[in-house]
């Protein structure tokens, strides 16, 4: 059985939830203080984090950066009001995977907490033996590494699924709704950024210590994989 922590500082919300999640047959934690929350996942180790952003103690941006030094495995989906694209990036590169955002439909988040663990997609992403290498680049999927020259490079889960996914088919142009069933197991994302964010951090990990560049954008539609070496200056 999963199990769900909800850090949220309505309580009326974490309630709702929270009983929600306990129906479709989650074990759940609540918190309503980010200080108390971190403390809690860090000796509880839940599989998936419900996080909202505007928290006491230590904000839903601190805790998802956090958490992640403690378990750098564990689901995180922020679930918030702020609308701005600016608060959603920066939750994503605060070690977010995705986000819902406030009001949601009870049946909207459950969707969105199965997809996010469903770890046979994630097997079907990394699992097999082989070895990808390309450029400088070497990735061991069954191993979750990765290596630009002899340098390793540090990825979170799905930053490492893009890579593989887009990686295992050179040359193949990967549109983001293939990407979101592939790595998030959903049938489309309420919008690009989620991929796009990734994606940069992927390229900022990969491409500024490489002599390659990987990914390529085909605007509108998603990336490609098409290594090619950098300019010489």
């Known amino acids: 059985m999963a199990r769900i922590m909800v850090v949220e500082d309505d309580p009326i919300i974490r309630q709702t939830v929270d009983y929600a999640l306990r129906r479709a047959g989650f074990d759940t934690l609540t ?10 996942a860090e000796a509880e180790h839940p599989d998936l984090v419900l996080l909202d952003l505007m928290l006491p103690g230590i904000d839903g941006f601190e805790f998802a950066e956090r958490i ?6 564990v689901s995180i989906v922020m679930v918030t009001a702020l609308g701005e694209d600016r608060d959603k990036v920066r939750g994503l590169d605060a070690g977010a995977d995705d986000y819902v955002t406030k009001p949601f439909s009870m049946d909207e988040l459950l969707a969105r907490v ?21 450029g400088d680049l070497r990735i061991e999927p069954s191993q979750l590494k990765v290596t630009v020259g ?8 799905k930053e490492f699924q893009l890579l593989v996914a887009l990686a295992r088919e050179p040359g193949r142009l990967m549109t983001r709704q293939r990407l979101a069933q592939e790595v998030w197991g959903y049938d489309h994302l309420a919008s690009s950024r989620t991929i796009d964010v990734h994606i940069r951090r992927v390229r900022q990990a990969v491409e500024e210590i490489s002599a390659f560049t990987y990914i390529r954008t085909v ?3 998603g990336y490609r994989f098409d290594p090619q070496p950098k300019a010489r200056r």
């Not at 199965?114 to 097997?123: I, K, Q």
């Open 31 to 40: 918190s309503g203080d980010g200080k108390e929350a971190l403390a809690l």
């Open 68 to 73: 992640r030094v403690s378990d750098p495995e």
């Open 114 to 134: 199965r997809a996010n663990l469903r770890r046979v997609r994630e097997r079907a992403v990394l699992g097999g033996e082989e070895v990808i290498s390309d």
């Open 150 to 157: 002899d340098v390793p490079v540090r990825l979170r889960l």
């Open 219 to 221: 605007h509108g539609v």
